[in-house]
């Protein structure tokens, strides 16, 4: 296990559920000054990690919530590199997982994206169009630091591969509960519940349950059977909106569950 797997699973074998916040960086008021002091109001109300997406302009796997913010953040001139050099400056007591499509990555070169992350607190790269047989690309890159790849396990992915997904993770686990976009306002399929209880038995880093969450209700039950949660569309409009006071009750009580 990798910084990240650590962390979050003391934290989870202390009873604590994890929940872990996505934002979009540079959709703040201030662009992208705006983002630390974001990530100190998340960390503050009990952020367990803080997931930060990179804007890109073919975000195929964001519902409308998050593709607007990351339209906001692109007119904001947000760059991948104004971003890394923005977390630079960045101090935290809880890891950082950047939420990226390979792309601009790509263009910004892997070997060097890796370096310049080794001097901020990100701990881990969520990479939705990166599936593991083209892993190598980063992982020769990865493995003499302390960040890692957090795989996204699907509804639709066979038992074979959530073994092959889970072996060697180490971080934690994105359990995926839609077949689809992010957002909220789902409805889950009836066998989601076994399908989670079974990659919690499969994983030994923890495993958090995303897309769609966005009650305090939902993240109670889903504990029941993974670590916690990933919220992010729930989040993204709601700091867009200005309702922190709502953000800060949902964390808070997101820690006493
Ligand atoms: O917005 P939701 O439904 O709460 O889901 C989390 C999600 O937004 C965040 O983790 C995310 C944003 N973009 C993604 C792309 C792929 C996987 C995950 C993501």
């Known amino acids: 296990m990798k910084a990240l797997g650590n962390f979050l699973k003391n934290k989870s074998d202390q009873g604590q559920m994890l929940v872990i916040p996505y934002i979009m960086a540079g959709d703040h008021v201030d662009g992208l000054d705006g983002l630390a002091e974001t990530i100190a109001f998340l960390e503050e109300n009990g ?6 997406g990179i804007p890109f302009s073919d975000p195929v796997a964001d519902g409308p919530v998050i593709e607007q913010a990351g339209i906001r953040a692109l007119a904001n001139g947000t760059t991948l590199k104004k971003v890394i050099d923005t977390l630079q400056t960045i101090e935290t007591t809880i890891p950082l997982v950047i939420m990226s499509y390979i792309n601009p990555i790509y263009k910004y070169g892997i070997e ?3 370096d310049d992350l080794k ?3 990100v701990k881990g790269l969520i990479l939705p169009d990166v599936p593991r047989e ?3 690309m980063l992982t020769p890159f990865l493995a003499a630091t302390d960040i890692t790849l957090v795989p996204l396990v699907t509804l639709t992915s066979t038992l074979e591969r959530q073994v092959e997904l889970v072996t060697g ?3 934690f686990i994105y359990a995926v509960t839609v077949n689809g976009v992010t957002g909220v306002g789902r409805t889950y399929a009836d ?7 079974r990659l919690s038995e499969l994983s030994d880093v923890p495993v958090l349950a995303g897309f769609g969450v966005s009650s305090l209700e939902q993240a109670k039950n889903f504990h029941q059977v993974v670590d916690g949660v990933i919220v992010g569309s729930y989040i993204v409009q709601a700091l867009h909106d ?6 800060a009750a949902f964390l808070v009580g997101a820690n006493q569950i």
């Open 242 to 247: 200005g309702r922190r006071e709502e953000i």
């Open 134 to 136: 083209h892993e190598g």
């Open 191 to 197: 066998n989601l519940t076994a399908h989670l209880a």
């Open 47 to 52: 952020a367990s990690a803080i997931e930060i």
């Open 112 to 114: 060097k994206f890796v």
């Open 119 to 121: 001097t901020t607190p």
């Open 169 to 171: 993770a180490a971080g």
